[in-house]
């Protein structure tokens, strides 16, 4: 008996290692989000700001809910903005904020582009945020950053000062956010391709690529 | 000559360390598969060192490959325990390959990537255990 006794407890091992990453992948999968027609971003109302970018009869609309903190989200700005010129006319980009609680500068840099917004300089602050994350992310005091950045995209910046505490600010980041929270939103990037949130394990740029081609060839010009 | 008593224990902790490694390896291959290294939700430098090109050969993450690795190493040390005098071989050469793919880790954490994995340092932590192991384990059979 002693002698099969190994093989017995490498089987048992072997057994239990196969059923608790079984168990432990299906506890884990995120669920697949869909987006209704009536919470699609074209049809929303009241403070929710709606930051798009490209043509609004695109056929496919990739949209964003990202934190300006998160780094698998800075990764994938640059990718996305590229996709956006070479799908030109036929995907339009809709960003949301959805900054997360553990980034400590997450909502202050939201805040930050919904200012530079009401100068009607949002995807600017956008992609600056974003290109420079790692500065502003490490920094004791991001808001001296952020004016400078105001400065540097030619914005008001006394203006933008008063914009960035504001509660029209602060109410459109937060209405994003509940409204990314009703769809099940939980991390970021969160991306819904044609109202379908893409798997996670698609989130970088090669495998959203393939998403974008596929969906675009999916819908043909009429 | 060690005894056959003080072999089976010496043998046990090595195989219950690599348990402990195998428990490590084998969430973030799941980790890995559900695409929760692709998101944001655990620590900047988690997604840095695996969300990089380094994590993963093509789809396969590299934990699988550690998960396998410390299966094997557990396997031997079991079989050496109980008295298979070809396992303890074997166990030696698979730690060994384990210790200088983990230096090849720490390397592209340290200088590459700059940034370090809490689950990653457990499984070097690991591996240098096991390591410490081998070179103390009485080559006497």
Known sequence: MRRFLPFVIVGAVAILTLG???????????????????????????????????????????????????????????????????????????????????????????????????????WEMHDLLYREQSVWSKAADVRTLFNSYAGMLGLNVDRFKKDIDSDKAKERVTADQKHGAALGVQNTPTIFLNNRALDPTDLNPGNLRAAVEAAVKAKPPS | ????????????????????????????TVQFLTGETALCGGSPDCFKVLGSAYAHMGRIPVAGFGAIAYFSAFSFATFTAFGYARARRLFVWIVWAMFLVTLWFLFVQAFLLHAFCRYCLFSAAIVFLLTGLVVASPASE
């Open chain 1, 20 to 122: 608790s990453a079984v168990a432990l992948y299906r506890a884990k999968r995120p669920p697949v989000l869909t987006m209704s027609g009536d919470r699609a971003a074209a049809g929303k109302e009241g403070n929710e700001s709606i930051h798009v970018r490209g043509r609004a009869d695109a056929p496919v609309t990739l949209e964003e809910f990202g934190d300006f903190q998160c780094p698998p989200c800075g990764a994938l700005a640059g990718p996305i903005k590229q996709l956006e010129k070479d799908y030109d006319p036929r995907l339009r980009v809709i960003f949301h904020h959805f900054p997360l609680i553990t980034h400590q500068h997450a909502r202050e840099a939201a805040c930050a582009a919904e200012a530079a917004g009401l100068q009607n300089h949002f």
């Open chain 2, 1 to 28: 000559m060690i005894g056959s008593r003080a072999r089976s224990i010496f043998y046990t902790i090595a195989a219950l360390i690599s348990l402990a490694g195998l428990a490590d390896a084998t969430y973030l």
